[in-house]
């Protein structure tokens, strides 16, 4: 691979982190506001789980900034904030599963009924619809420039496709039937993702390309 096109497919990473970025706030931002007004759980768990993929984005679109440079200790310094973050980031995911798991329990003890909600149900269809295509993107740059980070974050958009499918099932369901008991058991279900998600942005962390 010339130099010339290597540094193209670092700055088309670049360009799909930052798509990325863009599309974790807004689906933040309309998941929690959506969830708060209905009482959702489901769609706030699944918003807050926006919000640290927010996060892990940014990480690692710094990173891939560092990599035109080419600079011994810009890379380290990168490995090392990645490492730190991606610590932050697992944790951060566990704690958020053990949030939404204790709170759809008590749902489900106490029959907690929350309301129907298209916007959540457009936001969860809408995600099926973009997500596919930025892991695509993301899976095809991260081989061309060989970026272990780049396809790990892939493989969570993958994670966040399946969250977003169960979230639409159980919102579907809600409003269509009225199962009251349909989004703490939606809510459930992306708990399974989360920690599915976490355990492995914390094992990865600890193999011998992690970072690299």
């Keep these: 691979m010339s130099v010339r096109t290597a540094a193209a497919d670092i700055r088309a990473g670049i360009r799909v982190e930052w798509l990325t970025i863009a ?4 689906e933040a931002l309309v998941s929690i506001g959506a969830g708060l007004a209905a009482r959702s759980i489901a769609l706030i ?5 926006s919000v640290i993929e927010l996060v892990s984005a940014g990480v690692l679109l710094w990173r891939l900034r560092l990599e035109p440079a080419g600079a011994v ?4 310094r990168g490995q090392k904030a990645e490492h730190r973050a991606s610590r932050v980031v697992g944790w951060s995911l566990l704690l958020l599963a053990a949030y939404i798991a204790g709170r759809s329990a008590y749902g489900l003890w106490t ?9 959540g149900i457009a936001m969860a269809a809408t995600t099926l619809l973009v997500m596919p295509w930025l892991i695509r993107t993301k899976w095809k740059v991260a081989s061309a420039i060989n970026s272990p980070a780049l396809k790990g974050d892939a493989a969570g958009g993958v994670v966040c496709v399946y969250m977003a499918a169960t979230l ?4 579907v369901l809600h409003s269509v039937f009225g199962w009251w008991w349909a989004d703490p058991v939606a809510a459930l279900g992306i708990v399974y993702f989360i920690v ?8 990865a962390q600890n193999t011998p390309d992690c970072c690299a």
């Design 168 to 171: 639409l099932a159980g919102l």
């Design 196 to 203: 599915r998600e976490g355990h492995e942005v914390l094992t």
């Design 45 to 49: 768990g699944f918003g807050a789980d």
């Design 73 to 76: 200790a810009a890379t380290l």
């Design 23 to 26: 599309w974790m706030t807004v």
């Design 111 to 119: 029959h907690a009924v929350s309301e129907s909600s298209p916007l």
